[in-house]
């Protein structure tokens, strides 16, 4: 076990390690809520808040990203997220429910909270996905306001990539800290899932990555289970990942195999795959999670009754 991991669990974190790895991650576990990377655990906090008392999943997963989103040091997400190539933070979201309804906000600028605008997107509007201008506009409509997301730390650590300017997107960024997805089931057996992302630090201007893209970045089947994705999002796009794994589950894979079989898809497909990581997470119906990604490194939060906002570490190909 990672030295991170035993700092973070306690005893009953430690007995849910061993329950839930023992087990191969197939627990009767509800409410429940799982999340990608170390950030995941205050995240979840937040949504457990939610969960424990019989709330709604989908307010679960939005007040739980939140809480990355507005965090300064997490530097993939939201408010302190890293700039693209132009010094500019572009902000990427989507959440769905159990109706199957979603929105998505993309290619966001100068709002702290883009989950909260693909929430509102999704039940304000006839659309599913606001982009650039059209999406600050309705934000600002809506009453959030505008702010510069560029802390001095993300403008520093531009300024210092801007001496080579290349474009080479580092495996596991940032010790672990990365996109937030955030998968959820309540306590009345609703699933729900929302995604947000500053994207890949560096990127064009303009461009968009998996994470505000409903079936790449995130999907939720409420009668199957849901997915999210995490690492370089044109891979993830190419495959429609988050789809194929809720499809994968559907066809009577567990979560595990279904995001196995999601990366060895992108690893079929994606040449060049051994420079990149993506990562799956999913979670079913009956509340059993699972997890797969192309490189080690990748790890995922877990709350529930039984499980104490643990890490766990992802499986993974290489
Ligand atoms: C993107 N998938 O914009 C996001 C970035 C990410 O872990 O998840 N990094 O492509």
Known sequence: MQRRNFLSLGLSGLFGQVLGKSNGNIIKNTPIVISTWEHGVD???????????N??????????VKVSEADPK???VGYGGYPDRDGRVTLDACIMDEHSNCGSVAF???????????????????????????????????????QNLLTPEAEKAWKNWLKDAKYEPIINFENNHDTIGM??????????????TS??????????????????????????????????????IRTVGSHLVVELMRQG?????????????????????????????????????????????????????????QLFDGKSAL
């Open 74 to 76: 997490i530097t993939t």
């Open 199 to 236: 994207g890949m630090a560096w990127k064009m201007h303009g461009r968009v990555g998996d994470s505000p893209i409903i079936g790449a970045g995130l999907y939720v089947d409420n009668e199957v289970g849901a997915a999210c994705a995490t690492g370089v999002g044109e891979a993830v």
């Open 183 to 196: 998968l959820a089931l309540d306590a009345q057996g609703n699933l729900s899932g929302a995604c947000t």
């Open 108 to 146: 966001l600028e100068h709002i702290m909270h883009p989950i909260s605008v693909a929430r509102l997107v999704m039940e304000k509007t006839p659309h599913v996905m606001l982009v650039g201008e059209g999406a600050l506009d309705f934000a600002l409509k809506n009453g959030f306001q505008k």
């Open 253 to 309: 894979k567990s979560p595990e195999k279904a995001c196995k079989a999601a990366v060895e898809r992108i690893m079929k497909r994606f040449k060049g795959f051994e420079k990149i990581q993506v990562g799956f997470l999913a979670l079913n119906k009956k509340g059993e999670f699972g997890a797969y990604c192309i490189q080690k490194g990748f790890n995922y939060a877990v709350y529930s009754q039984k499980i104490n906002n």
């Open 43 to 53: 995240a979840n906090k937040a949504a457990w808040e939610v969960l424990s008392k």
């Open 55 to 64: 709330g709604r999943a989908l307010d679960a997963v939005e007040i739980g």
